[in-house]
């Protein structure tokens, strides 16, 4: 269970330190980290209970929102928590229309990277735009496929920007595993999450834990291996019946649907 | 207004005769129909009854669903109803995945398309392949982009093999403009909805009229006139709120919002 990360937001309700003892205890060795528990702990106190406990921080989420009007300032301190924290990537959740027409929106994701590139790279973070699924298109995301991902990656070398690949969001896209191959240098992040139906009313948080719903994990696996990532492989999984259960409970739950559909190789 | 087509889907539960008459009555000229409407009132009577208001069949829904048991017969007999109406088209939902890896169940589609196709031409009729939304994936279409339709449609002649172009169901496709362009001869029907948020409880029924969301009607409008689309323009609202509202205040709501998204060209 090397490269197993337990995103915190799979666990929504449960204290910061909880989540990491919980952690080190079960023998998971990285977290994926939100801002706003962060920061109610404290930056600098939650840097050093995760490195007390012998954690590492896969990602911290979330940064992006580019048509809100404080994104610039909003996302440089992004970063710097990144890098206080030593989490490698930024996971960038881009925004939706805020009022403006699709491209205009999309133009606007493109021009934050390049504001905010430069930072990143001195910072030693990784800005990792997370196509998400077309569904949150109007209210939360304008990068909708994983080629329109990589398209705003283009710009800049991988170590400033690349993507969160979460199989939740881009399961149902034809060209994923060929697009995959092709730019594997741009994955920074890679989240699984299942595909459940019917979808809940508030669409938001229903997702499964891995095995419980519709996605294949085993191409996105060998997707992921051929290309060389050798990084953690996060579970974050929004549900609101998760998140009515004891923390504890959503962690074991969480790796048994982890072993149920990821055989990590003997290590050697 | 010689263009617009009001698919019954709008008013669900409006029955068959009084969509026609209204249409007729509201000088419109072209409807949408369905085949469980058609079939309660009679395929042969349908037709006559469309006939003698003057009305034009723009397309009938739906055909596809390739992956459930009876798909063959069903789909041909769905053939011969478009035949018998006068539909130029039939809308195809995919079908899901039945259980299925999604590479299989595409598969599936492409094969379907091969076993139907002849029988298509033999009878006049468009087969409409409706690219949808990739949240219905699961478990109503894995024909999830305009690209992966224009794949299927590849290999037959844009008269057996075309699309059914739905506003609601790609307008976050970045590609969506650039592909209409490339293929035009393949769009045989084409519907506006709008997308509004938040999504309902249930994701099926909770579309706009075009001009209450938020879609951009305009580039999709200029997109088909560019590549010569002259065809009808059908006006097809899932939307629980319309359903519970007399046929004829739909009716009069979905031509005013046909007229707020659309000008069509002074007649010549």
């Not at 998140?243 to 190789?265: C, K």
Request: net charge negative.
């Amino acid at each position: 269970m090397d490269r197993f990360s337990f995103n915190q937001a799979t666990a929504k309700y449960w204290p910061l330190p909880d989540v990491v003892a919980g952690c080190a205890a079960a023998g998971v060795r990285h977290v994926g980290l939100w801002r706003e528990p962060v920061a109610e702990y404290g930056l600098e106190r939650s840097a050093a209970l995760v490195r007390d406990a012998g954690l590492s921080v896969s990602s911290l989420c979330r940064g992006g929102f580019f048509g809100a009007d404080d994104w610039l300032d909003d996302n440089r301190r992004a970063v710097d928590e990144c890098a206080a924290l030593g989490a490698p990537a930024l996971v960038l959740v881009c925004g939706g229309l805020f009022g403006r027409p699709l491209p205009e929106a999309r133009a606007r994701v493109a021009a934050g990277l390049e504001a905010l590139a430069p930072h990143a790279l001195d910072a030693g973070v990784t800005l990792a735009v997370e196509p998400m699924h077309p569904m949150f298109c109007a209210d939360r995301s304008v990068v909708t496929s994983l080629a329109g991902a990589l398209a705003l990656c283009e710009p800049f070398p991988p170590e400033a920007v690349g993507i969160a690949l979460d199989t939740y969001h881009v399961w149902w896209d034809e060209r994923v595993f060929e697009l995959i191959a092709a730019h594997g240098d741009r994955v920074a992040c890679f989240q699984l999450a299942d595909w459940v139906v019917p979808l809940p009313a508030d669409v938001l948080v229903g997702r499964g834990l891995p095995g419980t719903g519709h996605v294949d994990f085993a191409p996105f696996l060998e997707a992921v291996a051929a290309i060389g990532y050798r990084g953690p492989i996060e579970v974050e999984v929004f549900d609101a019946g998760l998140w009515s259960r004891p923390g504890e409970d959503v962690l074991r739950d969480t790796i048994a649907a982890y072993r149920s559909v990821v055989t990590e190789p003997a290590r050697t």
